[in-house]
């Protein structure tokens, strides 16, 4: 009896393996033909990390979006957010130089392993111009031909007050009427970067908004809102796609009252933040690193050099 049982078990086992070895076939087929597993979609499956590993430009701002792509390939990172390129914070004109039309950009980012994941625009939903919407609009058709879901948009503003909310409300609004006319898939994220840095005053604008698309920047919120990431992240999680982070020391800079340095180097609070958002978010995380605005900073191959050595992100 208790080899049969044994048997049993062994046999289970056996299945058990063969279902595993068949699975992992069929996925590797799969993406072959697609050219489009990544670790992250590994990862995902075999229920490890489900976040998406990206990186802003803003820390590559010298190189084409081609050389960007190659960048993330050698460090295998699941896709790219494009905020500066070629040197210049005009994303459309530099993609026009590299590209041509949209339709040829769409087709070269098909080509590629890794994704572009958001458009980032300059438009601020408190405060913006007529000049800042006009130059975001030139954004829409680069991220329809090549169905990038997201255009990153600020907030602006200083205090996220009643009068700052309308605003923004009212520039969303504008936004939506536009979308709907013209049929357009991509939608705004609206990036936690000037008055929204607690929790509290996301939740202002997510209250007026119910359904608005934020991009939290975590070292934000942590650093100049003095806000735990994991706290902050419980309190804004279901209106979040997209987190920023990044690793910084309490020691004065020329621009901050705090120095950014090699990720895993820092007093960031990653881990804890970074365990949660493996089981309960399926976005990009990003290093935004900020080497355009501090060239003083190690290159962004360094920045992702550092961050796989120490297993950060």
């Not at 990390?49 to 979006?65: K, P």
């Not at 939290?216 to 987190?243: C, F, L, M, N």
């Not at 180097?265 to 958002?277: N, V």
Request: with cysteine; net charge neutral.
């Amino acid at each position: 009896m208790i080899a049969q049982t044994a048997d049993v078990q062994a046999n289970g086992c056996l299945r058990a393996a063969r279902l595993v070895s068949t699975a992992l076939r069929f996925l590797g087929t799969q993406c072959s033909r697609q050219n489009r597993m990544t670790s992250g979609a590994l990862r995902a499956w075999w229920g490890g990390v489900s976040y998406q590993r990206a990186f802003s430009t803003l820390g590559c701002a010298e190189l084409s979006l081609a050389e960007a792509i190659n960048l993330g390939a050698r460090h295998d990172v699941d896709g790219v957010e494009v905020r500066a390129l070629a040197g210049s914070l005009d994303v459309p004109a530099a993609l026009t130089a590299e590209f041509g039309t949209p339709p040829e950009f769409a087709r070269r980012v098909r080509d590629g392993r890794q994704r572009v994941v958001s458009l980032d625009t300059s438009l601020r939903l408190i405060g913006g111009t007529d000049g800042e919407r006009a130059a975001f609009l030139k954004f829409v058709p680069w991220a329809e031909a090549a169905e990038v879901r997201w255009l990153r948009v600020f907030d602006g503003g200083h205090a996220a007050d009643d009068m700052e909310i309308a605003a923004a409300v009212e520039t969303l609004e504008w936004w939506g009427r536009l979308r709907a006319q013209h049929g357009w898939q991509v939608d705004v994220m609206v990036e936690t970067h000037d008055s929204l840095f607690t929790a509290a005053k996301i939740r202002r604008l997510t209250d007026a908004l119910p359904h608005v698309a934020v991009l939290w920047d975590a070292h934000h919120t942590w650093k100049r809102g003095g806000e735990d990431p994991v706290i902050t992240w419980s309190a804004i999680a279901p209106r979040v796609v997209h987190v920023h982070v990044k690793d910084s020391v309490s020691r004065p800079s020329g621009q901050h009252p705090y120095t950014y340095v090699l990720p895993g180097t820092g007093e960031f609070p990653a881990a804890p933040l970074l365990a949660r958002l493996r089981h309960e978010f399926s976005g990009p995380v990003s290093l935004e690193w900020e080497r355009l605005w501090h060239p003083d900073l190690p290159t962004l191959d360094a920045a992702l050099t550092a961050a796989a050595q120490c297993r950060w992100w």
